[in-house]
C-alpha cells in the first residue's frame, strides 16, 4: 500500500489543487489530505469548512480521505501511515521554496520521500492566496474553485452574486 500526504494549508482548496489529487491517485494507492492549520497564521476558512469542501470534492473517491494537523508534517505523514509527501509546482518560486522544505524533511526524516507534479498550464496561475483576494473583492470564481465552493461562497456575498457577472 503506497500511501501519501498531501499538505497544505487549502484555504480553499482550488482547481490546481484537485488536478494535482487526481493525478496523485494514478502514482498512490491512497492520498491523504493534510490541512496544516497554523495558530499564528489567520485564515480565511475555518478547518472545519476547508475540510468539508475537500471531502465533498471527493466524495466519490474512497482513496482519498482529509485530515486536520497542527505538528510538523513528516511527524504527521508518519502518523496518518504515509511513507510519501506529494507536493505541486507551479513556477520557479515555488520550486525554490519547496527546496528548503525538502532539505529540511529530509534531515527530521530521511524515510519520507517527496514527490513533485508540475501544474497544467490550466490551473497554473491559481492560488488560494489570489482566490482570496477575488473573494474579498466578491469578484468571479468560476474557473478557480469547484462548483460546491462557489457556490456557498457567493451565499456570502451581498445578492449571492459576484460583482462583475
Ligand atoms: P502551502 O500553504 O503549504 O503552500 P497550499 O494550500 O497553498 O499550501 O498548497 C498545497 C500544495 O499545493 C503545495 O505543494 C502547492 O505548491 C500546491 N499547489 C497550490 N496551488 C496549485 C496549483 N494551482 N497547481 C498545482 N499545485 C498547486
Not at 74 to 82: D, I, N, Q, S, T
Not at 98 to 122: A, C, G, M, V, W
Not at 127 to 136: A, D, K
Request: glycine residues 6%; contains cysteine.
Amino acid at each position: 500500500m503506497q500511501r501519501a500526504l498531501f499538505p497544505g494549508s487549502f484555504d480553499p482548496i482550488t482547481l490546481g489543487h484537485i488536478e494535482i489529487i487526481q493525478r496523485g491517485l494514478s502514482l498512490f494507492d491512497e492520498i491523504v489530505v493534510g490541512i496544516g492549520i497554523n495558530t499564528s497564521k489567520q485564515a480565511m476558512f475555518s478547518p472545519e469548512v476547508r475540510q468539508r469542501w475537500i471531502e465533498i470534492a471527493f466524495r466519490h473517491e474512497p482513496r482519498v480521505r482529509v485530515a486536520c494537523y497542527s505538528s510538523l508534517t513528516v511527524l504527521f505523514a508518519r502518523e496518518v501511515g504515509a511513507q510519501f509527501i506529494l507536493r505541486g509546482l507551479r513556477s520557479a518560486p515555488d520550486y525554490e521554496y519547496e527546496r528548503n522544505i525538502d532539505l529540511l524533511n529530509k534531515q527530521l526524516d530521511p524515510n519520507i520521500e517527496t514527490f513533485y507534479l508540475l501544474s497544467s498550464p490550466q490551473t497554473s496561475f491559481v492560488s488560494s492566496t489570489l482566490v482570496r483576494e477575488v473573494i474579498r473583492f466578491r469578484g468571479r470564481l468560476e474557473g478557480l474553485l469547484p462548483p460546491h465552493i462557489i457556490e456557498d461562497i457567493y451565499k456570502l456575498y451581498p445578492g449571492g452574486k459576484p460583482v462583475t457577472a
